[in-house]
């Protein structure tokens, strides 16, 4: 799998909109870009994927750059809910091996 | 999420033999167990995929996966050690890797503590 890189914590308020980079400049091209969370106690939640579209669904925003080079994750007016490690991971279908990183730890203040 | 029930859900050993159990009620074929150590990310151990074994990462030889099932996944620990102690997920997918969806679906974990 190629590697992504990602900063290792962010911080925002509740009701902000928040954009989680994610850098993967050796993505190849049957490669999805695929985010999941994971809240403390819990296992990992996916929250979305892309291949070269923007992608939008109830979690999230999924803003893919036109080389594929980098996405960003929108998440809009979050709340203390919203507070995790936000993973972005990199596969391909048929790629039996699904490679969590450190991800980042979004903290949400009040 | 009750679509995958691990047990037991908090577990503490000392250097003794304990299973996991795992179920899923997703119809998937492939399953999978994650170890996820204090402050790190989760880590592949073990996958499944119509109930055979197609995936073993670099793991000691006192764990053994077994499935008896296509809905079930137990992992059966002998001898812990306390570098055992961590988090383990099941996990399932309709195929390996996630399928057409990419997707997996994790259960909420067992803790193992290791005296």
């Known amino acids: 799998d190629a590697k992504t890189t990602q900063p290792d914590s962010m911080e925002s308020t509740e009701g902000e909109t928040v954009h989680l980079p994610c850098s993967h400049a050796t993505i190849s091209g049957n490669e999805y870009i695929y985010w999941y969370r994971q809240v403390p106690l819990q296992g990992p939640e996916y929250v979305t994927h892309g291949l070269q579209q923007n992608t939008t669904n109830s979690m999230a925003f999924l803003a893919i750059a036109s080389d594929r080079k980098s996405s960003t994750l929108i998440l809009t007016h979050v709340s203390l809910r919203d507070a995790a490690v936000y993973h972005c991971?990199?596969?391909?279908?048929?790629?039996?091996?699904?490679?969590f990183g450190a991800g980042t730890k979004l903290t949400i203040k009040p | 999420n009750t679509k995958i029930t691990q047990s037991p859900r908090y577990l503490i050993l000392g250097r003794a033999n304990k299973s996991l159990e795992c179920e899923q009620h997703?119809?998937?074929?492939?399953m999978y167990w994650y170890k996820q150590s204090a402050e790190k990310p989760p880590e592949l151990m073990f996958l499944y995929n119509l109930k055979q074994l197609i995936r073993n990462e670099t793991v000691p030889s006192r764990f053994i996966p077994e499935c008896p099932d296509s809905s079930k996944l137990l992992l059966h620990i002998s001898a812990v050690d306390p570098e055992d102690s961590a988090v383990y997920f099941c996990a399932s997918s309709p195929s390996p890797g996630g399928g057409n969806t990419g997707q997996l679906y994790f259960g909420e974990g067992s803790k193992l503590t290791v005296l």
């Open positions: 997703l119809g998937h074929n492939a």
């Open positions: 991971i990199l596969t391909n279908y048929g790629n039996e091996k699904i490679t």
